[in-house]
């Protein structure tokens, strides 16, 4: 493999480590061995795990980031209908894992928030960047009249994130996807109706 | 110290340790140095770390339940009030940590529910009696006509623990309450305004 594609190789076995394990929990040796690159190679590609750490979760915000924009740019339906969809369609990749993994950035936040500044300050930047997102499409979506001019859509969107990180959280023991459809329909069905 | 009033310690050791750097971070060495107590006697006590976790975990769901009755029980104010004033004062709580600390079994949610099936069984189980206690004010609010009858008060629960444990690992990495304020403010002056 050439270095920039084993370097991406160990940040997508990170990411998959992470997700399983944990960060603290999770072994280099043991990304090294799902990434099938040899041991000793680490410290070429990263300076610390933290660094790794810092970038797997970047790497896993840029794909995200494509992933919200697939639906959220969609403009051939309403603004409202975009995040539905955006939901659903996260909902229904949940299903796939029994909702096991959650959100790398939730579980990051939960496990490392506290622990290290670094990653701290980059996870809420990441929640940010989402919450911004959200309240673009809601800002569209009071523009054509979906929900109610006197919304404040940056609170609404903030709320809307946190709501949705509880709720996979709370799909992590379940173990199904009930949390994420029932915050879909309250959120859909009856908040967003309120502020219609 | 006599044996219960040791375990006692290790358990109010264990816990504070879980909160700061999560389970599986945790070594025993420094819970027993926290608890002051020798090492070597931890396996007179506990089987496992496992069965450590899980004993840590039922104390904090105990005196968690007595909190909850502390507030939810008490019949002098209505019910939607009962409600506020425990957020409230969890709220107030978080606050004197910087929300560092999360909730434990939130925080043990994210981090073992995937990896230890007594884990996973045991919080879905703390979880699910929040929601029953919840719904029972609830539905206490439905008979003092607060909230209306046609309300599912066991969804509403489970939409609001969900909801609140988000807000709570947001104020990880946001680091002040903001993010529980928001919560109330929705909860209590969008939501039920809307189911009143």
Known sequence: MGKESTKSTLLDAGKQVFLEKGYNHAGIEAILHAAGVPKGSFYYYFESKEDFGLQVLDRFADCYRVDIERFLGDT????????????????ERAETQQCRNGCLVG????????LSEDFRLRLEEIFEGWVARYAECLKEAQEVGEISPSIDVHALAEFWLNSWQGAVLRAKTTRNTQPLRLFLQMIFGTILQALA
């Open 76 to 91: 051939s339906v309403t603004p409202l209908e975009r995040l539905r969809r955006y939901f659903e369609s996260v909902c």
């Open 107 to 114: 579980n990051l936040s939960q496990e490392m928030a506290a």
